[in-house]
């Protein structure tokens, strides 16, 4: 008993750190939301006037309420049916009709992707410096209907109606319909999430499979959830190479629904069982991969980049903040990704940090806010390097994405705070999840693309915490 007892303080703690997490990206996304709103307010006529500000956070915050109020006011939303129309309609449609309507231009990561896939479609290798999942995913569709960068974005927008399914199974088996409800209409409105299916990026296949993984481990609590677990995560290390450092939280999980409770004849082999299972399909489906980087490096690696140490030297480049930069690229000879450059970044970013382990430090914290409270990148990619952008586009763009993070991540801070004294399965996963992530970012470039895939995981809490919001709502005017 006073194992499961530990594992019951390993939860609360975990969920407490979740919310400490949550709220920081809170207080760092609204001071960035300030901003763009002063920004736009000082613009006047240019850009977005203060009445059009106004009406835009308005009906965002409308929406919003509207969603939290329905899910206690009308008896008939307890339902799942209801939920899913609603939301995953509304998923489809916003994404059908920005893939109709925005044509970003191939550039930058989405022009190597594209590059790679008609590669792979006539016969070129399959593993490259970049991680090749997207690309193999292209390139059988690429040789049957043509090298069109479309094909990738009816792919983002199936992965996200999956990601959607895998939200709203996830908050349902955490609390009931309506939190899995919530979950997926916050998903399906997400502006930034939307935008980007207009990318040829790995942002929303990546989501998809780390909460479809997430979702099979704690959904089945036998040798099905644990296998498929580890399929979906391996398949998810070949879009990004960071599955491999959540593994072990889904190990974790598998290993504690495993585990015996009181009452039952289940066996500590169980959870053995399952973690054994999952980690065998994780390397499994990762075997081609192994294989191709025994022959480059000498050793079985699962890793499915060349960038480790790239970004690690982006990351701690005090100078630019840990952002991109052109000195880096002239430091490792202009060509990151291969064997070369990455031995030459490996050593000047272990200089870096062992010459000035307190301002690394340092610029951890600073780079947070840019890593995990910015959500201006679905406008930038999708809307603002596409050729003759509107800037009031861009900029709405902008605001409604920070809106809506905000909002959101204040809801998962709350919603964390309610589930600290019994925290759910998949509150726990969730936020071991979230927290591991935080930390493998932290060396990194400062990206606020790299949070993206985070962004569906996050829905899980925020239901909660606009559910509990809800409930005290209509408990007070109940009261009243």
């Known amino acids: 008993m006073g194992s499961m007892l530990s594992w019951a ?52 915050l409308l929406t919003l309420a509207a969603v939290v109020l329905t899910s206690h006011r009308r008896a008939s939303w307890s339902g799942a049916r209801p939920w899913l129309i609603a ?16 044509h970003p231009p191939l550039i930058s990561d989405w022009l190597h992707y594209h590059d790679m896939a008609v590669a792979i479609s006539r016969g070129g290798p ?29 792919l983002s927008l199936l992965a996200a109606t999956g990601a959607g399914l895998a ?12 939190t899995g409800g919530v979950a997926l209409c916050l998903y399906a409105v997400a502006p930034a999430q939307i935008l ?82 999952m980690a065998i399909a994780f390397l499994v489906i990762l075997l081609p991969v192994a294989a191709w980087n ?20 982006l990351g701690t480049n005090q100078v630019y903040d840990g952002r991109f930069n052109a000195a880096d690229v002239a430091l490792v000879g ?27 430090a340092g610029l951890f914290a600073r780079k947070f806010p840019q890593a995990w409270a910015d959500e201006h990148y679905g406008a930038r990619w999708a809307l603002y390097e596409s050729p003759g952008s509107n800037p009031v586009v861009v900029q709405a763009a902008v605001l409604l994405s920070q809106a809506w993070l905000a909002v959101l991540a204040v809801l998962a801070a709350i919603g964390f705070w309610s589930a600290r004294r019994r925290p759910a399965p998949a509150m726990t996963a969730t936020a071991a999840l979230l927290l591991v ?17 985070m962004v569906p995981l996050l829905c899980i809490p925020a239901a909660f915490g606009a559910v509990m919001l809800g409930a005290w709502w209509s408990a007070s005017r109940r009261g009243t």
């Open 9 to 60: 303080r390993v939860a609360r703690i975990v969920i407490a750190l979740a919310f400490l997490l949550t709220s920081a990206i809170a207080a760092c996304a609204l001071a960035d939301l300030l901003v763009v709103i002063w920004t736009n307010v000082q613009s006047g006529g240019t850009v977005l006037g203060p009445v059009l500000t106004a009406m835009t956070l308005g009906g965002a």
């Open 87 to 102: 939301g995953i309609g509304t998923l489809v449609l916003t994404r059908v009709v920005v893939i109709a309507t925005i």
């Open 126 to 154: 399959w593993f490259a410096a970049r991680p090749s999942g997207l690309p193999l995913l292209l390139a059988p569709l690429y040789l049957a209907f043509g090298a069109h960068p479309i094909i990738g974005e009816i």
């Open 167 to 178: 939200i709203f199974a996830l908050g349902r088996a955490g609390g009931r319909n309506r």
């Open 196 to 277: 980007m299916t207009s990318v040829l990026g790995t942002e929303i296949i990546y989501g998809a499979l780390l909460v479809a993984a997430t979702w099979a481990t704690l959904r089945f609590v036998s040798w099905k959830g644990a296998s498929t677990g580890g399929l979906l995560l391996g398949m998810s290390q070949y879009v990004r190479s960071t599955s491999l450092v959540l593994l072990p939280v889904l190990l974790a999980a598998a290993w504690m629904l495993g585990r015996p409770t009181p009452g039952s004849r289940r066996s500590h082999l169980d959870g053995l069982g399952r973690v054994t299972i």
């Open 294 to 313: 025994t022959q480059l490096l000498g050793w079985p690696s699962v890793s499915t980049s060349s960038f480790q140490n790239w970004e690690l030297l």
């Open 334 to 360: 202009g060509t990151p990704g291969t064997a070369e450059a990455e031995a030459i970044a490996g050593q000047l970013a272990w200089e870096r940090i062992r010459d000035d382990p307190l301002g690394t």
């Open 437 to 453: 992530y935080a930390i493998a970012l932290m060396p990194l470039e400062a990206n606020p693309r790299y949070h993206a895939p």
